[in-house]
């Protein structure tokens, strides 16, 4: 999938950027990296540019320029459904953050299922039944 591709709202994962030259070092320069997570945030009045919030930062990009940067689409755990299995992709945040998803059973490659989404949600892992916040929850990312 391109980075053109994406609506507002919806989060990628930068998996490579294609082309060449000038434009291949201003888009790494960017901050458009392989690993990245990137949001798409909204479009101009007639579709182009485009913003783009990636490491905290905001980019705007031309459609033609988003198109060379290859992206997986994710979404954020608190979107998905009840009874729903997912992997997890990417954990957004610190070292700390990442070791106690890390033990709870929630980190990358590994499957959850979401047995309940709201209030806490909950989540069943390799290590048994998790509640998680929607803070947490908007911080890791499955497909």
Known sequence: MRLSELKPGE??????????????????????LPGSV????????????????IRGFFISLRKNEASYVEIDKIVPLYLIPDNTEVRVVFIDGGVGFIKNMSA?????????????????????????????????AFRVFVR
Do not use: W
């Open 11 to 32: 989060y990628g994962i930068v998996k490579e950027i294609h082309g060449s030259g000038v434009l291949h070092r201003r888009l790494l320069s960017m901050g458009l």
């Open 104 to 136: 709870m059973g929630i980190s990358p490659g590994k499957s959850i299922k979401v047995i309940k989404r709201c209030c806490p949600m909950q989540v069943l892992t390799d290590a048994g039944m998790q509640n998680i916040g929607r803070g947490m």
């Open 38 to 53: 990137i949001r798409m945030v909204r479009a101009a009045p007639f579709g182009d540019p485009v913003e783009y919030e």
